[in-house]
């Protein structure tokens, strides 16, 4: 079963794993590059003090393959499409399956190699694609400190998770759909509501975030946001963190008015002790340190909806789908 | 070797047409004792016919004594037909002249009486119990 | 002995709809069977369920002995070919006859070529681009070098031309020749089955009209016609299963057991087509008047 389920797959196998060669050619090829831009521009900026501009410069170099990584959050969607829904509704379409399920294998071993091979396939070519942008990004995401926030989604383990899901959702929509455009869009709006849930309502609370209060402190790349009615807060600064929210509040505990820096000690120096000596930091975030963890977490949800939908699959087809 | 032919139109069963033609085949001289009869699946392969129709056949020749089945080898022809007595063709042939001339004092024509021998011999053959 | 295929009270319901209802049938080993029937009767729906591709909603039926799809070893007795004869179309005959050795353990891989060459098909060529005998060709070279002991087939020639119906018929013989598989045969055409089975299944609206041995129903079948009659005043032992009547003289379809001696009939045979007609018009009259009365035969 398992030769033939290669030999049904290899066309589409091939695609991928084609389209995956030339883009870590392409990868490979700029890679060494960015990583030299890197320590030319913003390794040494310090030095010479002039980071703003370095960023900047180094920020605009190859963003065509920048928006490459924006293909990584489309890929899993792609692959539980493609692969996924149709896995079992194209031969319900075309009545192959009334060929192949009387064949000498029985319909559950069936389901299970097919979900296997291609299952497997599906995250490797997720985890390929992962890996080699997470590494050609690296410098980027260093500088861009934004890897906790922006492009968790597009980077490290993940993916993959998205990727078992994604296909165990189409294969899990075609099966009771039994035809195969219906099933990919089916499996593609149940993904995307899945994800955004994911997102928005499960991510944040997989640790408590941490509460800190602490004497503020302005380093490199933090901006205060002013506004003329509301309190102050502050923009920018802790790098691989990901930062809920981050207010501005007196020695006495009270918000700080958002005209605060146009007043009194700050109107000489807005950094000077004097100015913001007595003001406080009140952050609730995740700290970077907790990165590898919420990768994890969020691939175990992942796989484990995988599981649950490729389980559904399997029951489904012990009750003899004509 | 011997080449069946099916006339569905007949009305006679299909193992008896096997039958009635290894006969012919017999009296005409076409098969000889040590002919080998074709395997039931040569036939089924020319004549898309269910393969019992065949051994069916076969089995009635075999009572009948005029085959033997050899396992392993085929069906072989065993023994001629006998050939109807002289004289009782004469006899027939003489009972037939009478009643032709009876017909066609009655007034029959050629078609009259090529109609009335073909509905006595469908009849004859191909009826069943009643 | 247990037959081939044994079902008891067998049915299989859609929503609402019965597809199959109350199906009793025992087919004996050994034989070639016809099953026939008008579209929607059920032939479709009792072959898959034998297959395994679908389960019962009431009533059992085992195949050879065992529950239908029940595990490799029982998949691997039983050959199917579906109605229009799916195929991977975008895979070669070749591919398929690999996906054959791969999938079934008693794959008799020389039978297989041998046949393809046979029926001088190249096996590069892919069953999307073949022809509708073709494919029925290849479908049944699936279906056979399985070697299975039983063969069941779904209209397998109702899209062909005549030639190609007659090439698939003869190389079905042939297997049946060779191999002595038991093969069933579901067809709404009748006149290809009345050289081909020995068995017969008439299948309406859901019901089995009747089921027998080919040249018992044949003998036990007879053609009556003679001066205008009730039909009620026939003997208990004869049953009408059809009747024409002009104002002078009835024409009638009876089934008996026995010799009919009554002088005032001429009784004739009937052939298999009348046969199958006049039950399938029986059936037809029963469904419009369900209390006419007259019994479905078993």
């Known amino acids: ?322 | ?130 | 002995m247990s037959g081939a295929l044994e079902t008891n009270g067998l049915g299989k319901q859609y929503g609402r709809r019965w597809a199959l209802h109350d199906c009793t049938l025992s087919i004996p080993a050994g034989k070639v069977v016809g099953l026939v029937g008008p579209n929607g009767a059920g032939k479709t729906t009792l072959l898959h369920l034998a297959v395994g591709l679908m389960a019962p909603t009431s009533g059992t039926i085992t195949v050879l002995g065992a529950g239908p799809g029940e595990g490799p070893a029982q998949l691997a007795r039983v050959g199917f070919v579906a109605q229009n004869t799916p195929t991977y179309a975008g895979l070669s005959i070749a591919k398929h006859l690999r996906m054959g050795a791969w999938l079934n353990p008693g794959w008799d891989g020389d039978l297989a070529e041998r046949r393809i060459e046979q029926l001088g098909l190249d096996p590069r060529q892919k069953t999307g681009s073949l022809s509708g005998g073709q494919r029925a060709q290849v479908a049944l070279t699936l279906a056979i070098a399985k070697r299975p002991e039983f063969l069941l087939l779904d209209e397998p020639v109702a899209a062909l031309d005549p030639l190609a119906r007659r090439e698939f018929l003869q190389s079905l013989m042939e297997v049946v020749a060779e191999h002595g598989v038991t093969v069933v045969l579901s067809s709404h055409l009748v006149a290809d089955l009345e050289r081909v089975c020995d068995f017969l299944v008439v299948l309406v609206t859901s019901h089995v009209q009747l089921a027998g041995d080919v040249g018992e129903l044949l003998s036990s079948h007879h053609r009556l016609s003679g001066p205008r009659r009730d039909p009620s005043s026939l003997p208990a032992s004869q049953q009408v299963i059809e009747e024409s009547h002009t104002d002078k003289q009835s024409t009638l379809l009876v089934r008996s057991d026995g010799p009919i001696i009554d002088p005032s009939w001429t009784v004739k045979p009937v052939t298999l087509d009348d046969l199958v007609l006049a039950y399938m018009g029986q059936a037809r009259d029963t469904e419009r008047v369900p209390h006419q009365g007259l019994s479905v035969i078993r």
């Open chain 2, 1 to 130: 070797m011997i080449e069946f032919q099916l006339d569905t139109g007949s009305g006679v069963a299909t193992y008896l047409q096997l039958v009635q033609q290894v006969h012919q085949a017999l009296q005409l001289g076409l098969l000889e004792p040590g002919d080998q009869l074709p395997t039931a699946q040569q036939v089924v392969a020319k004549l898309a016919i269910n393969p019992n129709t065949v051994l069916k056949a076969y089995r009635d020749l075999e009572r009948e004594g005029l085959v033997q089945p050899r396992p392993g080898l085929g069906t072989f022809v065993i023994r001629t037909l006998p050939g109807p007595d002289p004289t009782t063709l004469h006899r027939f042939l003489a009972t037939l002249m009478d009643w032709l001339g009876s017909a066609r004092a009655a007034g029959l024509g050629p078609d009259d009486i090529e109609a009335i021998y073909r509905t006595a011999t469908r009849s004859s053959y191909a009826e069943g119990v009643a």
């Open chain 1, 1 to 322: 079963m398992i030769r033939f389920a290669s030999l049904q797959f290899r066309t589409q196998a091939a695609v991928a794993f084609g389209a995956l060669a030339v883009i870590a050619v392409v990868l490979g090829l700029t890679g060494p590059h960015l990583v030299h831009l890197y320590n030319t521009t913003v390794a040494t900026c310090g030095a010479h003090g002039d980071c703003a501009s370095a960023t900047a410069t180094f920020l605009s170099a190859d963003r065509l393959l920048q928006d490459l990584g924006n293909v990584v959050i489309a890929l899993p969607a792609i692959v539980g499409i493609f692969w996924g829904a149709p896995l079992v509704a194209r031969e319900l379409e075309t009545g192959t399956h009334r060929l192949v399920w009387t064949q000498s294998v029985t319909r559950t071993r069936w389901i299970a190699v097919k979900l296997g091979l291609v299952g497997l396939a599906s995250i490797a070519v997720a985890g390929l694609f992962s890996l080699m942008m997470t590494w050609w990004s690296s410098p980027l995401d260093l500088v861009n400190g934004n890897r906790f926030t922006s492009v968790f989604d597009q980077r490290g383990i993940v993916p993959m998770g998205y990727a078992a899901f994604a296909f165990a959702l189409g294969v899990l929509a075609g099966v009771l759909i039994r035809r195969t455009l219906p099933a990919m869009a089916t499996a593609l709006g149940g993904f995307v509501f899945v994800r955004v849930a994911v997102t928005f309502w499960v991510r944040p609370h997989l640790e408590t975030a941490v509460h800190a209060t602490s004497v503020l402190r302005m380093t490199s790349g933090m901006g205060f946001n002013q506004t003329n009615n509301g309190p102050l807060s502050v923009t920018g600064g802790h790098a691989g963190a990901w930062v809920f929210s981050d207010r501005i509040v007196d020695s006495a505990g009270h918000a700080v008015g958002g005209n605060f820096l146009s007043q009194g000690a700050c109107l000489q120096s807005r950094s000077s002790v004097a100015c913001i000596g007595k003001l406080r930091e009140v952050l609730v975030y995740q700290p970077a340190s907790r990165y590898w963890a919420f990768q994890s977490f969020e691939m175990a949800i992942f796989l484990a909806l995988a599981v649950v939908c490729g389980a559904v699959c399997f029951w489904w087809m012990r009750r003899r789908v004509s």
